[in-house]
């Protein structure tokens, strides 16, 4: 017996028998463990700079975690050919330094991130790399989809900040002619301005609703058919005060004879806004911007153009995208959220056509294009001009409103007493009670979100009264959700309105019950 052998303490390797027990013991182990492990053994050049490792030994987790079979005995640019030269570089230093190392890193050429930890091996000299990882590919991909979901949500907002300026223009103007004047026509156009502007607020307040939605490009379009001139009047309405203040003028070829388009005309005014409004900021002082449609086969054409600073030639196929910014680099005029046009392409690809940027480089002007389906077998619907629809009058009508802000209280009694009815005003649910029993109210238009004792519950009360059941309910709050008007109907509610009601439909149902009170009126 070769006794050094024996006092040495080695494992012996004796042809035929079982694999020693240190390396049976040591392999199962390394085979066992969740996180994947690996043996390099790093290459450098002449200079001295890593440029490869090769593998000398790996654990079953290693082939598992990075998809990487029978890596043992090659190298890492043989198995993943362009890895990039970080991976290199960072083993490299491990070897130099003699220094472990504790990192997170990515692989777009190997699609996987790894938590890593690398520690030198052997002796001074050694070019050998012990690393223990974990595959951290999909807590990567859910961190960076959280972060996707908050960039959309910080996008959404700034956007629905840029939307809801625009109609308050126009509703400011409008309400400082009504100050002014008490010319009929001039307050009558005022009315129509306010009344298309709210319709545009209202709808961005709809959406702000529905923030998850919107988020992940699920807005709905309210789609009929429309007199595409209606949202290119709006649109026009939103931008005269920035005309005004910028000295240029608009010149707007509109046809008499109605252009029809299946559409959502608030979305569509959205549009047109922000290109008449892209148009006029980037145009000096005493410029023109025009607006022009046209026909083409099956589509209309919407033009849009100016002679401002125009856009580089380079880029035009880039001003949609989230954040470009239509001005040239380095300008004084760059500036603004850069989302005006990414809300500009998405609509009008809602609405099934298309936008183009047109120019001839700096300095030369922009034309945008917009294509949207030209509908010819249908009229528009006449929605936009209900409140000019004569409806009976309220004479003799006992209505309460019930509501804890007292303008909106004021404001509902004026509209209401203005339409003969006869309005006691409350402003939380045990007054709406005790008047009620006193008043005998015929109709009692209620606030949900009331202090102390909510709308739901002053409902319920009043239909167990006596006279509950001859009383029109109707609620009328800023929960407008499914689950709220569901939850109205159950407390005894005949209707649920949202803020601010649409006051044609609710003149309407008041009419209708007035009848039923009093049948044999007029």
């Not at 109907?489 to 609710?506: E, I, M």
Request: with cysteine; net charge negative; aromatic share 6%.
């Amino acid at each position: 017996m070769d006794n050094r052998n024996v006092t040495s303490g080695e494992p012996q390797e004796t042809p035929g028998w079982p694999e020693p027990i240190v390396a049976r013991d040591y392999r199962a182990l390394f085979d066992s463990i969740d996180e994947g492990f690996c043996i390099i053994d790093v290459m450098f050049d002449a200079s001295g700079k890593a440029v490869d490792y090769r593998f000398c030994e790996v654990n079953q987790t290693f082939e598992r975690q990075t998809g990487l079979v029978n890596a043992a005995g090659r190298t890492a640019r043989e198995m993943v050919p362009g890895l990039e030269a970080r991976w290199f570089d960072t083993y490299g230093d491990v070897v130099v330094t003699r220094q472990a190392k504790r990192f997170v890193e990515g692989s777009e050429v190997m699609r996987h991130w790894f938590d890593v930890y690398a520690f030198p091996l052997g002796p001074e000299g050694s070019k050998e790399v012990a690393i223990v990882f974990k595959d951290i590919t999909s807590e990567q991909l859910a961190l960076r989809e959280l972060r996707e979901n908050d960039r959309l949500k910080d996008e959404f907002l700034a956007m629905l900040a840029h939307e809801l300026r625009n109609p308050m223009v126009p509703i400011q103007a409008a309400l400082y002619q009504l100050r002014q004047s008490t010319d009929a026509e001039t307050v009558r156009r005022a009315a129509d301005v306010i009344d298309r502007q709210m319709g545009q607020l209202v709808r961005l307040v709809d959406d702000l609703m529905e923030v998850s939605r919107v988020t992940r490009g699920k807005v709905a379009l309210r789609s009929e058919p429309i007199e595409l001139q209606y949202a290119l009047h709006g649109a026009i309405e939103a931008v005269e005060p920035m005309l005004k203040k910028a000295g240029i003028r608009l010149a707007a070829d509109l046809p008499d004879a109605p252009i029809i388009v299946d559409g959502d005309a608030v979305r569509l005014t959205q549009v047109f806004t922000n290109l008449l409004a892209n148009a006029i900021k980037y145009s000096p002082a005493g410029s023109n911007v025009g607006l022009t449609t046209s026909s083409e086969k099956d589509e209309v054409l919407v033009t849009v153009i100016d002679d401002g600073i125009g856009l580089p030639t380079d880029r035009l196929e880039h001003i949609f995208d989230m954040f470009a910014q239509l001005g040239p680099r380095g300008t004084s005029v760059q500036g603004g959220l850069g989302i005006g046009l990414t809300l500009v392409r998405t609509l009008v690809e809602m609405h099934g056509g298309s936008v183009e940027a047109h120019s001839e480089g700096l300095g030369r002007g922009s034309r945008f294009v917009v294509r949207l389906p030209h509908r010819r077998d249908e009229s528009p619907l006449e929605a936009a001009e209900v409140h000019d629809t004569p409806l009976c009058k309220l004479d003799g009508l006992r209505v309460m409103v019930v509501d804890d802000n007292r303008e909106i209280v004021e404001s509902f009694a004026d509209w209401l007493q203005a339409q003969g009815a006869v309005v006691r005003v409350c402003q939380d649910g045990h007054e709406a009670l005790e008047a009620a029993t006193l008043w005998h109210p015929h109709v009692v238009m209620l606030d949900l979100g009331l202090s102390g004792l909510d709308g739901w519950e002053v409902a319920r009360r009043l239909r167990a009264d006596p006279e509950g059941l001859s009383r029109l309910l109707i609620a009328i709050s800023g929960w407008g959700q499914p689950a709220d008007i569901e939850r109205s109907r159950r407390a005894g509610f005949d209707d649920h309105f949202t803020k601010p009601p649409p006051l044609a439909r609710l003149q309407a149902v008041l009419c209708e019950h007035r009848d039923h009170v009093f049948p044999a009126a007029d």
